[in-house]
């Protein structure tokens, strides 16, 4: 199957610093990626569509300044928690969906587990 | 954000066991989708599902699209030890714009014992 990368897989942050967590698909291009927000025994939360050469769409509730995603390029985007508070820890995944697979196939990242101390 | 109710919620059973799930929702979808998650890890995919009454087999897994279109349900037959983990399903609307997203179910976590 196609395969999505993340990267880091967890980080610690200090209350008030900024983190930013990579997308990579590594044997395909993605003009669209999607980011998921996990917190523990619960399911996964769509934040945010990340739309290549375009702003991302967030999903209601989800705050823009504070979740910034940049999709420069065909094979990665980014999300950087801005100003990360100890309820912003949480476990962060991305998804990408392979040109010409059935529609619907998501492929997901490894995770990256964010802890804000 | 919508979910689908998945059920149950947890069960644990013996190895060489079948094992039955289900997701239910209020709405339409087009696609249903199974993934398992490990502890740690970002779900894999296992089964997708495009056409009402669909009814797929990936190994030991077979997975139904509901006639409704409103529920899927998962079983695994003869289970091992290696199918513990979270097993979600996951709905789809349509392919282009915000009916692309997918909505995931509540979960079910599996446990085998020896």
């Known amino acids: 199957g196609a395969v999505v990368s993340q990267h880091p897989s967890w980080v610690i942050c200090k209350s008030g610093t900024s983190v930013k967590i990579e997308c990579r698909s590594l044997?395909?291009?993605?003009?669209?990626m999607f980011w998921y927000r996990q917190f523990p025994k619960q399911s996964l939360m769509l934040m945010a569509t990340?739309?290549?050469?375009?702003?991302?769409?967030?999903e209601q509730g989800v705050e823009k300044d504070k979740f910034l995603i940049n999709h420069a390029s065909l094979t990665l985007s980014t999300l950087t928690v801005t100003s990360a508070h100890p309820e912003d820890s949480s476990f962060y995944i991305c998804?990408?969906?392979?040109?010409?697979?059935?529609?619907?196939?998501?492929?997901f990242g490894e995770g990256s587990r964010l802890t804000v101390l | 954000g919508q979910q689908l109710n998945q059920s149950p919620q947890s069960m644990f059973i013996q190895e060489g066991e079948d094992v039955s799930m289900n997701c239910t929702s209020s709405?339409?979808?087009?696609?249903w989708l199974w993934y398992k998650q490990d502890p740690g890890e970002g779900p894999v995919l296992l089964i997708a599902?495009?056409?009402?009454?669909e009814l797929t087999s990936n190994g030991r897994l077979t997975a139904q699209f509901g006639i409704t279109r409103k529920d899927s349900f998962l079983n695994i037959s003869a289970s091992i030890p290696s199918d513990v983990g979270i097993y979600f399903c996951?709905?789809?609307?349509?392919?282009?714009?915000?009916?692309?997203?997918?909505?995931f179910g509540t979960g079910t976590r599996l446990q085998v014992t020896l």
């Open positions: 599902l495009y056409k009402a009454g």
């Open positions: 998804s990408a969906r392979p040109p010409g697979g059935r529609t619907g196939e998501l492929f």
């Open positions: 996951a709905g789809r609307t349509g392919i282009t714009g915000t009916a692309s997203k997918l909505t």
């Open positions: 044997d395909f291009q993605a003009t669209t």
């Open positions: 709405s339409i979808f087009n696609t």
């Open positions: 990340s739309n290549e050469g375009s702003k991302a769409t967030y």
